[in-house]
T-cell receptor, first 116, second 115 residues
Framework: AQTVTQSQPEMSVQEAETVTLSCTYD???????LFWYKQPPSRQMILVIR??????QNATENRFSVNFQKAAKSFSLKISDSQLGDAAMYFC?????????????FGKGTSLLVTP | EAGVAQSPRYKIIEKRQSVAFWCNPI?????LYWYQQILGQGPKLLIQ????????DSQLPKDRFSAERLKGVDSTLKIQPAKLEDSAVYLC?????????????FGAGTRLSVL
C-alpha cells in the first residue's frame, strides 16, 4: 500500500511571506495523481492543487505551486504571499490509477499558522 | 451548484449505542466515498460506491459498520454498536466518475463523540 508522509506537524508563516510544506510518498507505480487539500476549522476539505505523475511541469494555482520530484517521491507545496485565510490543516494525498477504486490516501497533515 | 450535504454536524452517544450519518452528494455524481478522520490523522477510506454498487469496502469494520446507497444518490453510514475508538469525523465525498482525473468534493463532515 502506498504511504504518504508529512514530516512537519506544524508550520508558521508571517503574512505576505512564503512557506513550503513537505510531502513524501512511497509507491512502485509509475502513473498516479498527487493532491494537496486544505481543511479549515469548518472541516470541509478543499482541493488546493493536483499533479499528474506523468506531467513533468509543476502545477500552479494562483499563489499555490508545487515542486514535484518524481524520482525522489517528493511533492511539496509552496504558498506565496501568505494570507490570514490560508491558516488551516493541509493534507497531501496520493491516488492510484491501477484499480477501480481511486480513493485518496492521505498523510497526517500539517497545521499552518499565519501571523499578522 | 450545491455541495456535498451531510447531517448531522455533531453527534454524541454512549458506547454500545447505534448512530447513523447521512450524505447527499453533488447532483449527478456517480461515485460516493465515506472517510473516517480520527483526531490528528488524515482521512481514511471506509467505503466507496459507484452508483448503488460497492467498489471498495476493504477497510470497513463490517462487524459494526454498514453503509448503503440504495437508489444511487444519497447514502447512509451506520455504526452499531459504537465503541470509544469510533470517535472521529466522518467525511463524505463525491466525484462525477471514478476515473483517475476526477476531483473528489467533500462535505463538512459529522463529528462523532462516543462516551
Amino acid at each position: 500500500a502506498q504511504t504518504v508522509t508529512q514530516s512537519q506537524p506544524e508550520m508558521s508563516v508571517q503574512e505576505a511571506e512564503t512557506v513550503t510544506l513537505s510531502c513524501t510518498y512511497d509507491t512502485s507505480e509509475s502513473d498516479y495523481y498527487l493532491f494537496w487539500y486544505k481543511q479549515p476549522p469548518s472541516r470541509q476539505m478543499i482541493l488546493v492543487i493536483r499533479q499528474e505523475a506523468y506531467k513533468q511541469q509543476n502545477a500552479t494555482e494562483n499563489r499555490f505551486s508545487v515542486n514535484f520530484q518524481k524520482a525522489a517521491k517528493s511533492f511539496s507545496l509552496k504558498i506565496s504571499d501568505s494570507q490570514l485565510g490560508d491558516a488551516a490543516m493541509y493534507f497531501c494525498a496520493y491516488r492510484t490509477t491501477s484499480n477501480s477504486g481511486y480513493a485518496l490516501n492521505f498523510g497526517k497533515g500539517t497545521s499552518l499558522l499565519v501571523t499578522p | 451548484e450545491a455541495g456535498v450535504a451531510q447531517s448531522p454536524r455533531y453527534k454524541i452517544i454512549e458506547k454500545r449505542q447505534s448512530v447513523a450519518f447521512w450524505c447527499n452528494p453533488i447532483s449527478g455524481h456517480a461515485t460516493l466515498y465515506w472517510y473516517q478522520q480520527i483526531l490528528g490523522q488524515g482521512p481514511k477510506l471506509l467505503i466507496q460506491f459507484q452508483n448503488n454498487g460497492v467498489v471498495d469496502d476493504s477497510q470497513l469494520p463490517k462487524d459494526r459498520f454498514s453503509a448503503e446507497r440504495l437508489k444511487g444518490v444519497d447514502s447512509t453510514l451506520k455504526i452499531q454498536p459504537a465503541k470509544l475508538e469510533d470517535s472521529a469525523v466522518y467525511l463524505c465525498a463525491s466525484s462525477l466518475l471514478a476515473g483517475k482525473a476526477n476531483i473528489q468534493y467533500f462535505g463538512a463532515g459529522t463529528r462523532l463523540s462516543v462516551l
